[in-house]
């Protein structure tokens, strides 16, 4: 019986760049084997950092999370983002620079995608939402505007039981809206 969850497992790791090579990392540091490919030419240019003892597995990172974090800082400060870009252009899988959530709108892919979809106000208005951008069924989620203040106050009382004797007395008492 393993000893450490992932131990038994093999995987492929072909990525150069943090995120994905952590991953690989804590894969490591549950037992699985990780096999590293790295771009024939750049190699991964987070080698240097990755071999240091302070820093070589998620124990070690974690005792020296602040000089970890302050080395990471120091070096994306000395890359511009047309650096990270061009450096992500060169691996394969998804990636998108960080946007605003104003830059967020005006994103070609979100508005292919449908996650940003238009809803009408209570008072027929029209406005935007963010759906989930989770499909499970490759289709965009219906959305829906939630409800005004005490919209369905009556609906919900009614069906509770009560009369609309109730619903008036409680209206003219101020109990309800």
């Known amino acids: 019986m393993p000893t450490r969850p992932m131990e038994g497992l093999r995987f492929i790791e072909a990525a150069g760049w943090t995120l994905v090579p952590a991953a690989g990392a804590v894969l490591a540091d549950w037992g699985a ?11 991964d240019p987070q080698r240097n950092f990755a071999a240091h003892s302070r820093f070589n597995d998620a124990g070690s990172r974690a005792k020296n999370a602040a000089e970890c974090v302050a080395k990471l800082d120091a070096e994306f400060a000395n890359r511009t983002l047309a650096d990270a870009i061009e450096m992500l252009d060169r691996q394969q899988g998804p990636w998108a ?34 759906a989930n951008p989770v499909q499970f069924d490759e289709e965009p989620a219906h959305l829906t505007r939630a409800p005004v203040f005490g919209e369905h106050t009556e609906q919900i009382l009614l069906g509770a039981g009560h009369t609309w004797d109730d619903l008036v007395t409680w209206k003219g008492d101020e109990v309800i809206s």
Do not use: N, W, Y
């Not at 084997?33 to 190699?43: A, F, I, L, N």
């Not at 005006?106 to 009408?120: K, M």
């Open 33 to 43: 084997d990780v096999s590293k490919v790295e771009h024939p030419v750049g190699g």
């Open 97 to 130: 620079v960080h946007q605003r959530p104003l830059e967020v709108s005006d994103d070609v892919q979100i508005a292919a995608h449908g996650t940003i979809q238009p809803v009408e106000a209570g008072d027929g208005s029209p406005f935007h939402l963010i």
